[in-house]
């Protein structure tokens, strides 16, 4: 259960930030979190990102 929470924050605070262009110091008021937690998340979601990002390439190169 607590990955599925972490991968919501990370989703939310991602589209928050990324595509609704909400400021950091807002999107902690939202969450009821601090302005760190916000970025810290999003620094997170950006690095899964590419960490699932990378595995597909993998996945891809071998199956070809």
């Not at 008021?29 to 990102?49: I, N, P």
Request: charged share 30%.
């Amino acid at each position: 259960m607590v990955a599925k929470t972490t991968a919501l924050m990370h989703r939310t605070v991602l589209v928050l930030h990324e595509i609704e262009g909400y400021k950091h110091r807002e999107i902690a008021e939202m969450l009821d979190r601090t302005e760190s937690f916000s970025k810290m998340t999003l620094l997170r979601a950006f690095k899964q990102l590419k960490e699932i990002s990378s595995q597909q390439e993998v996945s891809y190169a071998l199956n070809r």
